[in-house]
């Protein structure tokens, strides 16, 4: 079993559509959780960071962790075109560990 | 910001050359990554550095070798560049176990 799942898509959506992306993890150890965007041919660019459990808001987009559930999810609110990209989570268990990175969302975005 | 950079964007080898990817960060991190990206496989760690002169094996650290003379800089050498070895390669760097920044890649191909 991989340590961290995430459906690769691709997902397709009309512009103005709120967006759910997913990931699933099985090590409990885990408490950093990122997001990343990334372009075609770019290196990934960081869209959210949080620690434990909880939300955070940052414009249109909203991170939550539930590690009751193992389970984090990144809501895009009012998507636009160039939203579109794949969508990368990540997390980690805390210094000297590694990141383990889900597979990737690839996003379109219609106008 | 964060500042990651790497000293190519694209680079063509011949197979059996030895090549030197370079990557530099501003922000005082202590821990680097090269990562490597494949469609379908995601992102791979190769070798990460949480100090100067320290390195840890990833997951994929066969015919690679790193160094890390100074703080904000890790180098990534194939030791004799192979096919399989074309890729996306990406440096990244992370203060703790917080948030990683990723350079924007270099895209290697060797003949």
């Known amino acids: 079993q991989k340590e961290v799942e995430q459906d690769p898509g691709p997902l397709s959506v009309p512009e103005g559509a709120i967006v759910s992306l997913n990931c699933t993890y099985s090590n409990s150890a885990f408490q950093y959780f990122m997001w990343y965007r990334q372009y075609s041919r770019k290196g990934p660019e960081l869209l959210m960071y949080t620690y434990s459990s909880g939300n955070k808001e940052d414009g249109r987009f909203t991170a939550q962790v539930d590690k009751s559930s193992k389970y984090i999810s990144l809501f895009i609110r009012d998507s636009q075109p160039s939203d579109s990209a794949t969508y990368l989570c990540?997390?980690?268990?805390?210094?000297?560990?590694?990141?383990?990175f889900g597979s990737g969302t690839k996003l379109n975005v219609k106008p | 910001d964060v500042k990651v950079t790497q000293s190519s964007r694209y680079l063509v080898k011949r197979t059996g050359e030895k090549v030197f990817l370079e990557c530099v960060q501003d922000?005082?991190?202590?821990?680097m990554f090269w990562y490597r990206q494949d469609p379908g496989l995601g992102l791979r760690l190769i070798y990460f550095?949480?100090?100067?002169?320290?390195?840890e094996k990833g997951d994929i650290p066969e015919g690679y070798s790193v160094s890390r003379e100074k703080k904000e800089r890790f180098s990534l050498i194939l030791e004799s560049a192979s096919t399989n070895q074309t890729s996306m390669y990406l440096c990244?760097?992370?203060?703790?176990?917080?948030?990683?920044?990723f350079g924007p890649g270099t895209r290697l191909t060797v003949l």
């Open positions: 990244a760097s992370s203060l703790e176990a917080g948030e990683q920044f």
């Open positions: 550095s949480y100090d100067v002169k320290m390195k």
């Open positions: 990540a997390m980690s268990a805390g210094n000297f560990n590694k990141f383990y």
């Open positions: 922000m005082d991190h202590e821990n």
